[in-house]
C-alpha cells in the first residue's frame, strides 16, 4: 500500500528487550478513513508497537511513516496530527472535565470553549463538563481521554484498549462515540483491544499480529468471507443421528460439522447451502430451519494464531 494513501505504514519493525526478541521484523499498512483494529496473543507486541509508534520507545530499527511523515524525522510534524490515549487518561482529579480539557489542552495549541465543551457532548458527557474528575467511572475517564485526544481535530486517533474496564453498556456507548468521530471529524481510528466481538461491530480494518509478526491484515468483510459458509441446520429429534450420517456423506459441500445449542452447526462450500437443503429434504429428513451465521472474528484469530485464550495485554 502507498503511504500516501496510509494512516500508518510499518517496515522491518523490529525491537529487542536484553536478548528478548519482542518485534521480528513487523510488517503492515493502515489505509486512511479506516477504523482498523490492532489484535495479537498476550505478548505478540501490540502495546511495543504503539509505543513506538508514538516516540514513546526510543530508536527505530525498521521504517515507520505516519500520515505521509518518517519516523523519527517527521515525528514533531506528524504528531501534530495525531492524538493518542494509550494508558490510563491521568488528569487533575480535583479539576472539573472542563478543566482538565481546557488546562492539558492549551499547552500544546490555543483553545477555544466551543471546542471544549464540542468534544465534551461528543463524548457524552455533557451533563458532567463541570464535575471532578476524581469522581468519575472508569467509563467516564476513558471518553474524557478520548475527548482530550480529538481536541485539536487530528487526522489520526491511536487507542490502547479504548473499553478497558468498561461495561456491556460502556462498551456500546464508546463504540457509538468512535463510530461519530469517525464519521463526523473525517478522523482514522487505530485501536487495540482484546474484546474480538467489539472489534468485529466496530471495524472495518484489522491487523493481527503473532510472535512479533503480522499474520494478517485486510478489511474485516474480506477477511470474513472466504470460500466457506456457516449454517445451522435444525430437524426434528428422532432424525438428528440420520442427519449427522447425510452430512457426513456430502463430501464436495460440507466442509465441517459440530454440534451447536439447538442443532447442528456445518461449514459448506459457499454456495451449497440450497443443494444440502434438498438432499436432506429427499432423504426424508424434516428440517426445521436452516439458519446463515455470521462469521467471526474470533475464529479467524484463532485459526491464525493458535490462540483462544487472551488476546490483551503483554508487550
Known amino acids: 500500500m502507498n503511504a500516501e494513501m496510509s494512516a500508518i505504514t510499518v517496515s522491518r519493525l523490529c525491537k529487542n528487550f536484553g536478548r528478548k526478541q519482542v518485534l521480528k521484523g513487523l510488517d503492515f499498512s493502515v489505509p486512511l478513513n479506516t477504523i482498523a483494529g490492532f489484535l495479537g496473543p498476550n505478548g505478540a507486541g501490540k502495546t511495543t508497537t504503539m509505543?513506538?509508534?508514538l516516540g514513546l520507545i526510543p530508536g527505530i530499527d525498521g521504517e515507520i511513516t505516519m500520515l505521509s511523515h518518517t519516523m523519527p524525522g517527521g515525528r514533531t510534524i506528524a504528531l501534530e496530527e495525531i492524538g493518542a490515549v494509550v494508558e490510563n487518561p491521568a488528569f487533575i482529579e480535583s479539576m472539573s472535565a472542563y478543566e482538565n480539557l481546557y488546562w492539558f489542552?492549551?499547552?500544546y495549541k490555543p483553545l477555544t470553549d466551543q471546542r471544549i465543551f464540542e468534544v465534551i457532548e461528543m463524548v457524552g458527557l455533557k451533563d458532567a463538563a463541570r464535575?471532578?474528575?476524581?469522581t468519575f467511572?472508569?467509563?467516564?475517564?476513558?471518553?474524557?481521554g478520548v475527548a482530550f485526544g480529538i481536541l485539536h481535530r487530528p487526522k489520526l486517533l491511536i487507542l490502547d484498549e479504548p473499553t478497558s474496564g468498561m461495561d456491556p453498556a460502556g462498551r456500546v456507548h464508546m463504540r457509538e462515540i468512535l463510530t461519530r468521530i469517525h464519521d463526523e471529524?473525517?478522523?482514522?481510528?487505530?485501536?487495540?483491544?482484546?474484546l474480538l466481538d467489539e472489534v468485529q461491530r466496530l471495524c472495518n480494518y484489522v491487523v493481527i499480529i503473532d510472535n512479533g509478526r503480522c499474520v494478517k491484515q485486510g478489511y474485516v468483510s474480506e477477511l470474513l468471507s472466504g470460500h466457506s459458509e456457516r449454517w445451522e441446520i435444525r430437524v426434528v429429534d428422532e432424525d438428528a443421528a440420520k442427519t449427522r450420517e447425510l452430512l457426513a456423506a456430502m463430501h464436495e459441500a460440507v466442509i465441517d460439522i459440530n454440534q451447536g445449542p439447538?442443532?447442528?452447526?456445518?461449514s459448506l462450500q459457499t454456495g451449497k447451502s440450497a443443494e444440502v437443503n434438498s438432499g436432506l429434504i429427499k432423504a426424508g429428513v424434516r428440517v426445521v430451519a436452516l439458519i446463515p451465521l455470521e462469521a467471526s472474528l474470533e475464529e479467524t484469530f484463532i485459526k491464525l494464531t493458535g490462540n483462544g485464550v487472551s488476546v490483551g495485554g503483554g508487550a
Open 51 to 53: 509505543r513506538m509508534l
Open 137 to 144: 467511572s472508569t467509563g467516564m475517564k476513558q471518553r474524557l
Open 262 to 266: 439447538r442443532g447442528l452447526v456445518v
Open 131 to 134: 464535575q471532578r474528575f476524581g
Open 185 to 194: 471529524e473525517k478522523t482514522s481510528i487505530f485501536l487495540s483491544s482484546h
Open 105 to 107: 489542552g492549551s499547552l
